[in-house]
């Protein structure tokens, strides 16, 4: 049983690591989004 014990904490620690790389790509993905927006933007100001 203490196996197992193991490898559910082994688990939650994969499952958590998970989770803060998918938090890290929707900052990464949202910082592309301000840079790609403030490049549109840039763009348009320089057509007017």
Do not use: D, T, Y
């Not at 049983?1 to 994969?14: D, L, R």
């Not at 998918?22 to 301000?34: I, L, P, Q």
Request: glycine residues 12%; charged residues 25%; proline residues 0%.
């Amino acid at each position: 049983s203490s196996m197992g014990v193991k490898e559910s904490s082994m688990g939650v620690k994969e499952s958590s690591m998970g989770v803060k790389e998918s938090s890290m790509g929707v900052k990464e993905s949202s910082m592309g989004v301000k840079e790609s927006s403030i490049a549109i933007l840039n763009g348009l100001w320089k057509i007017f």
